[in-house]
């Protein structure tokens, strides 16, 4: 799973052009289910060759890092609305709350239930 001590080099999306259309399409799709299958359609690799270039690159496995632009985009949904967080977990592209829970704690240390109180108080 992702560890926060690990770097991400986020600089590797901006020099391979495959990297570049990976990330395009998973801003696109995030709210989807995207399968290492689809990630390597959409940056024109292999999958088992993107899964290893990507991890080299990045520094962080695809999934983690999916799981990681998927939890950003909670913590916006859920500082800037009041929808319910199982709410906020399938906007994101979580299937399962529970999946949801444990990806957003290793990410921000925090269950989105005490990060939604903290960022809008009643």
Known sequence: MYDQ???IT???FSYYPALQRLRAYVEEHYQSPITLADA????GLERTY??????????VRFRDWLALVRVERAQR?????DIGISQVAAAVGFSDL??????FRRVTS??????????RPS
């Open 77 to 81: 949904l859920l500082e800037q609305t």
């Open 10 to 12: 986020y600089a590797a």
């Open 40 to 43: 390597a359609r959409a940056a």
């Open 50 to 59: 993107l899964s290893a270039f990507f991890h080299r690159k990045v520094g």
């Open 98 to 103: 529970r999946a949801f829970e444990r990806a």
């Open 110 to 119: 925090v269950c989105p239930g005490a990060f939604k109180r903290a960022v």
């Open 5 to 7: 001590r690990k770097p």
